[in-house]
């Protein structure tokens, strides 16, 4: 019978040795503050060199182009999405995958980022020729200043860290971090320095919820028409009642004959005249009881802020209304958060 080798022989023990209790709390500690402390050392690499990189970005007329193997890969492909979301053209390439033939989809007028904690990965060295005679300006992520990477780009950006978490300080654990950090500071710089919006931001993310909250407008659920509770001036208060109780919205407007706003009349208000010996339901006028100068959203504005509004307000509806105070129709809480705005 053969004998079993060393290392498969140790590994055999070591996983079949009996479990021993373990602090995971100071461990979990242990990283955090390990990472937390390079990420806050990482403020001496937002210098002359970040902006040097900003302003190449920034002037790029093509892609923004990141590349790194293995876990700086996978950071990279986080940057490039974070660029690309905020407004920053962006795509990843894979270094190894580049020069077998992907190299093609890097052109002169893109930014290269690449990514490699050593800053000597053989895949990322072996198609730095080929960028640097295209003429494709460089910005390297590295945590070595000398190497080959940082040497050989325009503008490198120092990423290095004391001590990775892994108590072994070998698995990529606190520089995949702090290089994290460097490409999200370059994408909020960049961000910020072309002025991007909430809307630009919507644009680029259609779907799900964060989508609606960026994207859905008052006037897409707003109800119109005839959906609209109105009475005139005038009008008897149990009179008003029955349009609040039919439309179903808790409250009606009061408005003159060309629909301009005079006034509204919530549940509210309601509770507030019965508390009062001098309403008359049949006989008092809606404009004698109802609130003047009431709170009005314009058609155009995010359903989100309408709700932020109410929200502040204590409110579950609010009346729509022209640059002239007519009504144009009534939103209500319940349509803002069955559209999923919330």
Avoid: W
């Amino acid at each position: 019978m053969l004998n079993e080798s060393p290392i498969r022989s140790h590994k055999h023990q070591a996983m079949n040795a009996p479990y021993t209790k373990h602090d995971f709390i100071a461990s979990g500690l242990r990283t955090v503050q390990l990472e937390g402390a390079a990420v806050s050392r990482l403020q001496q690499a937002v210098n002359g060199d970040f902006s040097r990189a900003c302003e190449l970005l920034l002037g790029c007329d093509g892609r923004i182009i990141v590349t790194g193997m293995g876990k700086s890969g996978h950071i990279g492909r986080k940057i490039a999405a974070t660029l690309a979301s905020t407004g920053s053209p962006a795509f990843f390439v894979h270094p190894g995958e580049a020069s077998h033939g992907d190299l093609g989809m890097i052109t002169p007028k893109d930014v290269v980022i690449a990514l490699s904690n050593s800053g000597s990965t053989a895949e990322v060295v072996t198609v730095l020729p080929l960028i640097k005679r295209m003429g494709v300006p460089l910005i390297s992520m590295t945590g070595n200043g000398q190497s080959t990477l940082a040497l050989a780009a325009d503008v490198h950006l120092d990423v290095s860290v004391e001590a990775e978490a892994c108590p072994l300080d070998l698995a990529p654990t606190a520089s995949t971090t702090v290089a994290l950090v460097m490409g999200d500071a370059l994408a909020i710089a960049l961000l910020e320095a072309r002025g991007f919006t909430a809307e630009d931001f919507a644009f680029s993310h259609p779907g799900g919820a964060l989508g609606r909250k960026l994207l859905l407008k008052v006037e897409d659920i707003m109800h119109t028409g005839d959906r609209i509770p109105a009475v005139t001036a005038g009008t008897a208060l149990i009179d008003a009642l029955l349009v609040m109780n039919n439309k179903g919205l808790g409250l009606t407007t009061i408005c003159d004959g060309q629909h301009h706003l005079l006034g509204v009349f919530t549940d509210g208000d309601l509770r507030r005249a019965l508390h009062s010996d001098i309403v008359d339901l049949r006989h008092t006028p809606i404009d004698s009881v109802m609130t003047r100068n009431g709170k009005t959203v314009n058609r155009h504005m995010l359903a989100a802020e309408a709700l932020a509004i109410m929200e502040h307000m204590h409110i579950t509806a609010l009346v729509v209304a022209d640059g002239e105070q007519r009504v144009e129709g009534i939103v209500h809480l319940h349509e803002i958060l069955k559209a999923g705005v919330a």
